[in-house]
């Protein structure tokens, strides 16, 4: 089997695997990161994604072939304590309720606001909408942006 070196989380992490194994199960099983979740396995509920050189993916559809050379985050790499201004905003606006989706709403979030300081409704709403919250905390969700929008444009954590 191939061995696969990985940049997750800013370490140079290595992992057997065949070539067209999906990033997901690369990071869960192989690597024991399990903050990214398994949802549908075909890249439309959004539960399972990831940041890839900053952009937010579908860690289901993105093979670990393809990881290769690119800088992946999950949530557990976000940040080593929780700190970062959209987690704690969720903390905030009190925004999981079962929790399932979190770590791909958390990441698509602060990938819209690396690219997008101050996004307008709609924005949140185009760039999480890929990320299925099945509690409907949708509100609660573009609160937490914009209230972490906020924080990092004025340098204050919500």
């Not at 690119?70 to 790499?77: A, D, F, Q």
């Not at 989706?101 to 606001?113: K, N, V």
């Amino acid at each position: 089997m191939p061995v696969f070196s990985l940049d997750v989380n800013g370490a140079r992490r290595t992992a057997d695997a065949q070539a067209d194994t999906p990033l997901l199960w690369v990071l869960r099983d192989a690597l024991g990161l399990t903050g990214t979740k398994y949802g549908c396995g075909i890249g439309q509920c959004g539960a399972c994604t990831v940041l890839l050189d900053g952009a937010a993916v579908r860690s289901c559809a993105v093979t670990v072939k393809d990881a290769v050379g690119h800088r992946i985050v999950t949530i557990e790499g976000l940040s080593p304590d929780a700190g970062h201004p959209v987690q704690r905003a969720w903390v905030a606006e009190e925004v999981p309720q079962c929790g399932y989706c979190q770590s791909g709403q958390i990441l698509a979030a602060a990938a819209l606001l690396a690219r997008t300081p101050l996004p307008t409704d709609k924005q949140v709403d185009d760039a999480l909408a890929g990320v299925l919250c099945v509690c409907g905390s949708y509100n609660r969700i573009r609160s937490a942006v914009r209230r972490a929008a906020e924080a990092m444009g004025k340098g204050v954590r919500p």
